[in-house]
């Protein structure tokens, strides 16, 4: 009995839909998100900024070079949006809407322009 009652608390009664698994692998990937743009937010420049490990810059240029310079035809083959902006321009913004995106999917606010959003920032 108690567990009966436990089980319907914490998930709801039982019904034959799958709202249960939709709700909970949603924000798991919430969760997913928001760790992965918290970690951009606080160490992107250390690691592709100008002075860090990896300069996102250098690596954009050779990227385009590659590709006879074109931005849209790199961004096919090896997908990224620092193609189209200035690098150090965009770690703090992507990183803050990234966190914003993953905290609104533990919350429960899942839909498709928000999955989208979250889909086109981590590129």
Same mark, same amino acid.
């Given at each position: 009995? !108690?567990?009966?009652?436990?089980?319907?608390?914490?998930v709801?009664?039982?019904?034959?839909? @799958?709202?249960?698994? +939709?709700?909970?692998?949603?924000?798991?990937?919430? !969760?997913?998100?928001?760790?992965? /743009?918290?970690?951009? !937010? /606080? &160490?992107? +420049?250390?690691l592709?900024?100008?002075?860090? %490990?990896?300069?996102?810059?250098? !690596?954009?240029?050779?990227?385009?070079?590659?590709? #006879?310079?074109?931005?849209?035809?790199?961004?096919? &083959?090896?997908?990224?949006? /620092? @193609?189209? #902006?200035?690098?150090?321009? %965009?770690?703090?913004?992507?990183?803050?809407?990234?966190?914003?995106?993953?905290?609104?999917?533990?919350?429960?606010y #899942?839909?498709?322009? %928000?999955?989208?959003?979250?889909?086109? %920032? &981590?590129?």
């Amino acid at each position: 009995m !108690f567990v009966s009652r436990l089980h319907d608390f914490l998930v709801g009664p039982e019904e034959e839909t @799958y709202w249960i698994v +939709r709700r909970w692998i949603f924000r798991g990937l919430g !969760f997913i998100y928001f760790v992965a /743009f918290s970690i951009i !937010f /606080f &160490q992107a +420049r250390a690691l592709w900024g100008d002075d860090g %490990l990896l300069p996102i810059s250098s !690596f954009v240029s050779m990227v385009k070079g590659e590709f #006879a310079g074109s931005a849209t035809t790199a961004f096919w &083959q090896l997908p990224s949006l /620092f @193609y189209f #902006a200035p690098p150090a321009s %965009l770690f703090a913004p992507m990183g803050l809407a990234g966190v914003a995106g993953g905290l609104a999917l533990i919350c429960g606010y #899942a839909n498709l322009p %928000l999955l989208v959003l979250l889909w086109l %920032l &981590q590129l």
